[in-house]
């Protein structure tokens, strides 16, 4: 058996974004089994990658910025990277145009069972209303020739019920990390508060800003670090410019997964602190909520993402149904002053992350 993901990719200064295809293929090699990963670039660049079973790579240049035709050669590597394994094989393809080629590869025989996995969703994914039309002919098509349908959110699981889906195929597994692989560290008193996320419209860092400026003050210990890149960097870099605020406020740029776990385990509380600029957080779930939490942090959220669900039913930390910097305020100074209440919410976020662990989830789905 061999297990043939297909997804895109994200790569910040050269550093490959972590998402649901890196955690998937990580736990099928913890557990031995043979993997074909194909990684087509979606941002910061134009190669694809293809990361063979025997360990091997292969990069494969993909010239031009079209779309459409961009995604043709995409689907047209799958194919042909799938088709020349001979063996029994499970196809994971992760979003329209991946799945599109799973979509074929079931149709032609060539695959024993198609997953189709919806990272992210969207009503309006592009604003030229062919390739809007085209991706969501894509995605019909995998919902009905797929064999599971997983998505990463209830809200897009739920999604796919409205769509059709019965619930024999349709599959929950969230964006959580692997929970019993994480080096947490006991709590020690620091006070370092983290915000991970790409710096872009979508992230609403100023009420986070004007939130801790009063407590900076008063508790000289007090610090917070961003770790991301992104457009808006050289902007949010001046608004804790503005606000002298730059011996409390570090930027460290991106950093490997391992080093971002890292430092959420040595960290205090998480902010997932979203604008809605970025329409599909709507039906997404924060990968970052559920790596804080897992990490022992409680996290400070807002309802755009479904996972405020579930931080506010585990008690997890803050969920804010409007921004609101004086709450924010309010909830960091009483984690600060009032141990027995943050270890209670420590205590509840290691529960949620715990429950959430995505070998757990995986071994299920995959029945390994």
């Known amino acids: ?18 998402g649901p295809a890196n955690s998937i293929a990580a736990f099928l090699a913890a557990k ?33 910025n079209g779309i459409l035709s961009r995604g043709i050669r995409e689907i047209k590597l799958n194919l042909k990277f799938s088709a020349s394994e ?3 094989n499970i196809f994971i393809g992760v979003d329209p145009i991946n799945g599109f080629a799973g979509s074929l590869l079931k149709i032609l025989g060539k695959t024993d069972k198609f997953i189709y996995l919806t990272a992210d969703y969207i009503e309006k994914r592009f ?3 062919f390739l809007n039309a085209c991706y969501h002919l894509a995605d019909r098509i995998c919902l009905l020739f797929s064999d599971e349908v997983w998505s990463v959110s209830s809200r897009i699981m739920n999604k796919r019920k409205r769509q059709g889906v019965p619930d024999r195929k349709n599959k929950l597994i969230v964006n959580s990390p692997d929970f019993h692989s994480i080096k947490r560290k006991d709590y020690n008193g620091n006070q370092n508060l983290v915000v991970i996320s790409p710096l872009s ?4 860092l100023s009420p986070i800003i004007n939130s801790l400026k009063p407590l900076f003050s008063k508790y000289l210990k007090l610090k917070l670090e961003i770790i991301g890149s992104g457009e808006e960097e050289e902007n949010f870099k001046q608004m804790v410019h503005d606000q002298e605020l730059e011996e409390e406020i570090h930027f460290l740029g991106w950093k490997q997964h391992d080093e971002i776990l890292d430092i959420m385990c040595s960290s205090f509380l998480g902010f997932a602190l979203y604008t809605g600029a970025a329409s599909w957080n709507v039906y997404g779930d924060s990968m970052k909520a559920r790596e804080y939490v897992a990490c022992g942090l409680p996290v400070i959220i807002n ?23 004086t709450k924010i305020t309010n909830f960091v100074e009483k984690c600060l002053t009032d141990k027995e209440y943050y270890l209670s919410l420590r205590e509840n976020a ?6 959430f662990d995505k070998t757990k989830i995986l071994s299920e789905l995959l029945h390994l």
Request: negative net charge.
């Open 350 to 355: 290691l529960k949620m992350g715990q429950d």
């Open 303 to 325: 309802e755009i993402p479904s996972t405020a669900e579930e931080v506010k039913s585990y008690h997890a930390g803050l969920v804010l149904s409007s921004i609101s910097e």
């Open 1 to 18: 058996m061999i297990y043939i993901i297909a997804t895109h990719s994200v790569y910040k200064n050269n550093t490959e974004a972590f």
């Open 201 to 204: 419209k979508a992230l609403n």
């Open 127 to 129: 604003n030229n209303w």
């Open 32 to 64: 031995k089994q043979k993997v074909l990963f194909l990684k087509h670039a979606l941002e910061g660049s134009k190669e694809s990658v293809a990361i063979l079973p025997d360990q091997s790579v292969e990069k494969i240049e993909l010239p031009g």
């Open 86 to 88: 001979k063996e029994e």
